[in-house]
C-alpha cells in the first residue's frame, strides 16, 4: 500500500487496558456490587435473622410452597411466617409461643436444628440469669410458664390435694353434725315397681260424683228422683223415658220456654223434665216407647202420631187478679128537727 503513514497492529494477546472500558460501564459494575440490606457494603455483617429468613424462604421457596400452604401444613398463622422471612422483629410473637413454633418450621422444612434461633431474643442484662431469678419471673400472675412447666404441674397439683382435703374435712364434720347420711338409699324391689295409675283414676275412684253423667248412664240416680217425685206434687220434675227401634229426631219444648232437638236418637233415653211439656218424634214412635215417670204416655188424639203432651190438657194459666175498685157508699141521714133531741 502507498503512503507514507503505517498502522501498528499488536497481535501479542493481553489484559485489555483499563483505559479502554468505558466510564459508563464501570459506573454499572460499581453499582451492581451486592450491599447489605441495611445500605452498607457485602462484607458488613448482616443481622441474624434477615440470615434465617432468607434461609427460610429459600427452602420454602425449594419445595413449592407458599405462606399459605406452609402456614396450613405447620398450623402457624402466615403473618408470623412472614414477619420471620422479612426480618420483621417486631411483628414476631412472644418468646414463649415463638420457642415453640421454631422447631415446628425447622422440622418441617428439614433445617438444621436451633438455625432460626435467631428470631429469638437475646438476653439484655445477662446470657444466663440465675434459677431462683428465673423462677420469680416464670411465677408471675401473667405468665404463661405456670402452666407449660413441672414446677406449673408441681403447683396445681398441691393445689388440687389441698381442695380435696378440704372437700374431704367439710363432709366429715355434716357427717358429725347429723347433716349428711353416708348410708346411700336403696331402690325400691321389683314388687313395689309398679307403674302408678293416673292421677285423675286416682281422684275419680275417691271421689265418683265427680262423673255425674257416668252415674246417671248406669242408672244409680234414677231411684232417688223418683223418691223425689213420689214426694211431689204433679208438677214436679219426672222422668221421661224413650225406648227407639231406630234412629229418629226428637223434639221437647217446655211450657216454661225452650226448645230442645236431638237428631238420631237410637235406643234408650231418659231425661228429666219439668211438666208441663210437649214432645215430638219423628218418625212415630211404637206403642208404649214413650213412659213418663214409668207409666206408658198415650199420644195425642186427634193429630198424627208422635206427639204427645204432659199433662193432656194443660190448665190455662190464671188470670191475674185486678184490684177491686172501692163502692161508693150512701152517706148516713142527717137527724131532722123533730129528732133533735
Known sequence: MG???????????GKP????????LLGWLRRSRPESPTGGPSGVEQDPLLLAGRQLREQREARGLNLRELAQETRISTPVLEALERGWRDRLPEVTYLRTMLPLIERYLALPP?????ALPAPVNEARPS?????LQRFTPGSIDVFTTWQGTVLYGLLTLGLVYAVNLQQQRLAAEGLLSSRPISPLPRSEQVRTQDPAAQL????PELRPLTLTARGQGLPQLRRELAKGSPE???VLSLELAAPSQVEITPSQGGNTRLEGVNGTLSLPILPPFELRIE??????????NGAPLPPLAGNPAGRFRYPAVIAAPPAPKRPETPVAQPAPPRPTGEERP
Open 236 to 238: 214436679t220434675l219426672g
Open 204 to 207: 275419680l275412684a275417691i271421689h
Open 114 to 118: 436451633g438455625s432460626l434461633d435467631a
Open 17 to 24: 487496558s483499563t483505559r479502554s472500558v468505558p466510564r459508563r
Open 3 to 13: 503512503g507514507s503513514g503505517r498502522v501498528c497492529v499488536n497481535l501479542r494477546p
Open 283 to 292: 218418625p212415630a214412635a211404637a206403642a208404649r216407647a214413650v213412659r213418663w
Open 131 to 135: 434459677s431462683r431469678r428465673m423462677l
